[in-house]
């Protein structure tokens, strides 16, 4: 069973505290990605990496950094956070072959910045 | 950023009947693939069905079929037979050839019986 793993389901966090959200997965895939959904904007994409060291911003990248140092594992890093970055976060990834493979997604961590 | 267009407020259907969800998206590569993700209440993001744009045939998968049509740019899911399970929200996405895949706002599903 394919899987992606997000390491926290729910998470609270002060105003200007270093935040690291972990993303494993198990199926070798190539590409991984960071979401953001919020109610009536759907999913936004913050960062995606399609291989180990490699990273490419999204469309909303401002307050974040990933890193990805292993292929199964994919960070997201709020160097600072702040009270608009709660939030629900969404991890996926994907094989890099072709424009039809679809994403996998984790269980989402709900992050409360106070 | 890569756009996509899901307007349609959120909707009630009645048990057993069909839905359409409309898609729009906005590309001028020739390559991209189209995806349809339902989210129920318990918040996972649930893979349906997917379209490649060389597809000659309109996929299907069980209940779900996706009406698309190329020219206009359009990817509708429908969803055959509703059933109560089937209340969740329904995200469309796709992919370019620069392998992001973006999302739509989504629709809001509610089957009632």
């Known amino acids: 069973d394919v899987k992606v793993t997000q390491s926290s389901r729910y998470l609270v966090k002060r105003t200007g505290e270093k935040v690291f959200l972990e993303c494993v997965q198990d199926m070798d895939h190539e590409n991984m990605f960071w979401y953001r959904q919020d109610p009536g904007l759907g999913l936004r994409l913050i960062y995606f990496?399609?291989?180990?060291?490699?990273?490419e911003k999204g469309d909303i990248p401002e307050g974040y950094s990933v890193s990805r140092e292993k292929k199964e594992r994919f960070s997201l890093i709020l160097e600072s956070a702040s009270t608009n970055q709660t939030s629900m976060y969404l991890c996926a990834s994907s094989h890099h072959r072709g424009l039809n493979t679809e994403a996998f997604f984790g269980q989402g961590t709900r992050l409360t910045v106070v | 950023a890569q756009k996509i267009t899901q307007t349609q407020p959120g909707m009630f259907v009645q048990e057993k009947e069909a839905v359409t969800l409309d898609c729009t998206y906005d590309?001028?590569?020739?390559?991209?693939?189209l995806f349809w993700y339902k989210q129920p209440s318990s918040g996972e993001m649930i893979f349906l069905i997917h379209?490649?744009?060389?597809?000659?045939q309109n996929a299907t998968e069980g209940r779900y079929s996706l009406n698309f049509q190329k020219a206009r740019k359009s990817a509708n899911l429908v969803i055959s037979a509703s059933q109560l399970g089937d209340s969740a929200m329904y995200f469309c996405a796709a992919r370019y050839g620069n392998n992001r895949l973006a999302f739509g706002k989504g629709n809001q599903v509610v089957v009632i019986p």
């Open positions: 590309t001028s590569d020739p390559s991209y693939g």
């Open positions: 379209q490649g744009s060389y597809d000659q």
């Open positions: 990496s399609y291989d180990v060291k490699m990273k």
